[in-house]
């Protein structure tokens, strides 16, 4: 029941850059002024992310997403019910990046990495990232939908009760089965302490290289997801056009999760990453060397989507390849954090260019440029599962 939890709270995040200019028009501000929650809101999403991590490894990922579902809710009504622009700060920007937090890959990945083998680890991890995807591809033209039809008010309170659905989700995740093969492997890292894993992780260089190639990743999907319906909107094309966009970043990002995490398993996952890196490059050259047309807006859509979060199987695969599943939570967390400082740049830069020079070009190109660092970043990593000797450690400590 994880996935209907991934499948709610991350096709709600999706959904928001169709938010920007409605709310906009409403209070009378600038793009920057919208960009800037949403880059609170991911920032606040990573800041939470570690603590909620080792909160889940400790008192179990069930608790954790019940929480986060009422934040989430209670974020998006807020929202809804304000008349003054600075309280979306607080609403959309704080509480829905706490809601965010408790409720996606982290917490979800972690869950499953207790209770998979490990030589099928990135592979779980891309089927639960690709059905998690599913609700891109679902509540983006359901956001467009209700817009149509209601104020992006209505729209809001629409959105907040159904976090109802993932409460429910949640109740089934309270007794996870583990496999015997998963139970051996943690007898083992059960030795470690927390303080000890996250120590080890930060003396190890590959953990540091995958902490800023996932912060690549995620100014690449912030900037996207928060400025590509405004992007397309000034090159006169529909609004139809913008939802079926990024309904399609949706559709196929299930296909390239499975891919990408399938090959993680079957290839050294640092070269599958530098691929991933690459082709997503070429993506966002082609699409901005091109006429942007209704149909470039749509094959766009589809190549970014295969290229999306095929990340996700692919850094937590190496996070758990590397350090084992015990604090798999706490050490993806922390990487997460990376990310999202990566989508705080990204959402807020993007609205900062937009309003100063009337375009988004120059992030467009940063963004290919960053690609071809973070394919690069990857080759060096030590992908080899770590040694851990504690009766040395301690007594060096001692």
Known sequence: MGITVLIVSLGIRQSFGIFMMPISETFGTGREFFSLAIALQNLLFGVFQPFIGMAADRWGAWRIIVIGAIAYAAGLYLTSITTQPQWIYLSLGTLVGL?????SYVIVLGAVAKAVP????????GLTTAAGSFGMFVVIPGAQALLSNFDWQTAMQIFAAICSVMVAGAIFMR???????????????????????????????????????????????????????????DKNLPASSTAMALSYVGIF??????????MGDKYDKRYV???????????????ITLPVTTSSASFFGGAIGFCWLGTVPLTSGLIRQIFGARYMSTLYGLVFFSHQIGSFLGAWFGGIVYDAYGTYMPVWWISVALALVSAVLHLPIDARPVSREYSALKSAAA
Request: with cysteine; charged share 10%.
């Open 175 to 233: 007794t996870p089965k583990t496999s015997a093969q998963t139970a051996a492997a943690a007898s083992t890292d059960n030795e470690q302490t927390l303080h000890e894993a996250i120590t080890e992780a930060f003396h190890h260089k590959g953990y540091w290289l995958i902490l800023l190639g996932f912060f690549v990743c995620g100014f690449h999907v912030m900037f996207i997801a928060t400025h590509l319906p405004s992007f397309l909107a």
């Open 253 to 262: 990002n299930i296909f390239g999760s499975f891919f990408w995490g399938a």
């Open 273 to 287: 990453m530098t691929a991933l890196y690459t082709a997503r490059a070429l993506v966002i050259l082609a699409f």
């Open 99 to 103: 809601g965010l937090s408790a409720t």
């Open 118 to 125: 490990s030589e099928h680890t990135t592979k779980a991890f």
